[in-house]
T-cell receptor
Framework: AQSVSQHNHHVILSEAASLELGCNYS??????LFWYVQYPGQHLQLLLK??????LVKGIKGFEAEFIKSKFSFNLRKPSVQWSDTAEYFC????????????FGKGTTLSVSS | DAGITQSPRHKVTETGTPVTLRCHQT?????MYWYRQDPGHGLRLIHY???????DKGEVSDGYSVSRSKTEDFLLTLESATSSQTSVYFC?????????????FGQGTRLTVV
């Protein structure tokens, strides 16, 4: 079945550590890719998005992600995390093979200790 | 924040009663979505709309119906609420000016079915 997979359920890091969260999707065709963040008790906010062009996209708060089409991946990275990055992170995909629905992965909880 | 209002924000209801959640947007976006968020499951798509009176089912549509009689409103109805429908429900919009864009989320509705 077509899906979006986030490999890490819970990641625990110390401040200043580097972060990489994995995201793979199984949809073919043309895809639009997103990473969202949800801080405790809040709604989802967009971190970054890929529609076309440069596969390395930069988002807010120092986050970036790389689209690797051959690997069906869109991994999220940040060189140095802060305590305030503690949140849940969701990868999402729109595929022209999946209609107009925006499909999410199950999310990764990031806990950063100071 | 995008102009999305969900109502009510919190609701407690009894098993077997009908419940309607409302999503109202002021952005004139074409696409509207209803998701439920549960621990360990991420966001799962319930129903979505790609225009007035145009709706389609998502991954977890059983027990839910939707209606969109005008661009700005997307209603989610639980015909007969069950305890398994206790969740946080998020509305999202996308597609301003008919162009595919990222989704913007409402603040969520916490529904408890007792």
């Amino acid at each position: 079945a077509q899906s979006v997979s986030q490999h890490n359920h819970h990641v625990i890091l110390s401040e200043a550590a580097s972060l990489e969260l994995g995201c793979n999707y199984s949809y073919g065709g043309t895809v639009n890719l997103f990473w969202y963040v949800q801080y405790p008790g809040q709604h989802l906010q967009l971190l970054l998005k890929y529609f076309s062009g440069d596969p390395l996209v930069k988002g807010i708060k120092g986050f970036e992600a790389e689209f690797i089409k051959s690997k069906f991946s869109f991994n999220l990275r940040k060189p140095s995390v802060q305590w305030s990055d503690t949140a849940e992170y969701f990868c999402a995909v729109i595929s022209n093979q999946a209609g107009t629905a925006l499909i999410f992965g199950k999310g990764t909880t990031l806990s950063v200790s100071s | 924040d995008a102009g999305i209002t969900q109502s009510p924000r919190h609701k407690v209801t009894e098993t077997g009663t009908p419940v309607t959640l409302r999503c109202h947007q002021t952005e004139n976006h074409r696409y509207m979505y209803w998701y439920r968020q549960d621990p360990g499951h991420g966001l799962r798509l319930i129903h979505y709309s790609y225009g007035v009176k145009d709706t389609d089912k998502g991954e977890v549509s059983d027990g839910y119906s939707v209606s969109r009689s005008k661009t700005e409103d997307f209603l989610l109805t639980l015909e007969s609420a069950t305890s398994s429908q206790t969740s946080v429900y998020f509305c999202a919009i996308s597609g301003g000016q008919g162009v595919r864009t990222e989704a913007f989320f409402g603040q969520g509705t916490r529904l408890t079915v007792v």
